[in-house]
């Protein structure tokens, strides 16, 4: 029989280890509980236990059927059986509990009792709950970016890639994961990304290394790449950016930017920028048949020292209202330059 200092001891270590065990006679409806289980529901150690019908109250509804069905298996089968729960406590705080049931004999001749070991699981269970939400959250993430976002391991594998990879590459994540980065990597491009692997995985984070890698048609896709080595998971994690638009965005700018300087080498009219303070910062090479005057020469000086004394009280006025009105266009007219060989 135990004494009242081994009670003390089980008690302290039920407390510490959030446990408790109990003993249901199936015939008589009796239930013995320790000062653990009393402890984890939240009824008081000097008090009768409550009924069966409060101790239902205490269970979450869709648990309560399956702590049922598990105990019909357990007196079925004589098999051992464990059942996680969520209950409120008298306080009405959730908790998560693990049942482990077992029968203590089961024959013909005894009504069958019921052994059990309950667990509180809370701490951990909420836990995981928070990993799941963060997973989840992550995976939401990961589906809804335009940008693949993939990991590499130490051997070039692909460990893991984002549902975008179907829309940039025609590929589906489970037909690139597991297999090696440079099966994808266009041919000309394996080298400069080789090296670029190497340079990250030394830890150095590189941001905008391009290469092109080829899709499933056989398209080759231009792609920006953001990536970083973690030592401690020997992971490379990526962002790969479809550069495709950015592309065509910049060789159409090249050929603007082109256009622009072949209309303005050639054009007939000089074009002359100038900034608030009437510095010239910029002339066109045109300016050299109209003045005389190199783009050098013109560089050097004021626009007004280019003006004929008489047209400079006009050409302030205009420049005073250009200065107003910045968006609109100004006509200043009959304004006479100086030609070099007036000089």
Known sequence: MPTNRNKELLFVAEAITHFGTFEYNTQGKQLFCSEGVKLIFGWPSTETLPSFESIKTQFEDKDLVILK????????????????????????????????????????????????????????????????QTKNKLNKILESSLDIICSVNEAGIYESVSAACYQTLGYKPEEMIGRHYTDFVYKEDYQPTQQARSTIMGGVSMTNFENKLVSKSGEIIP??????????????????????????????????????HALVNNASDAIIIVNKQGETIY???????????????????KILDQ?????????????????????????????????????
């Open 223 to 260: 792609i920006i790449w953001s990536a970083y080595w973690d030592v401690e998971d020997k992971m490379m994690y990526c962002v790969a950016r479809n550069a495709t638009e950015i592309k065509k965005q910049e060789a159409l700018q090249l050929k603007n930017e082109k256009r622009y």
């Open 307 to 343: 003006i004929h004394p008489n047209d400079i009280p006009a050409l302030l006025k205009y420049y005073q209202i250009a200065l107003e009105k910045p968006s609109e266009v100004i006509y200043a007219e009959n304004i006479r330059f100086k030609h070099n060989n007036d000089c």
């Open 69 to 132: 069905k598990a105990i019909d298996e357990l007196l079925k089968s004589g098999k051992e059986v464990q059942v996680e729960c969520r209950i409120y406590d008298t306080a009405s705080n959730l908790r998560y509990i693990n049942c482990y049931l077992s029968l203590k004999q089961i024959n013909q001749s005894a009504n069958p009792v019921i052994l059990g070991v309950i667990q509180e699981i809370s701490q951990t269970k909420l836990k995981e709950i928070e990993i799941t």
């Open 283 to 301: 002339s066109s090479p045109s300016i050299f048949k109209l003045t005389g005057f190199t783009q050098v020469a013109i560089l050097a000086t």
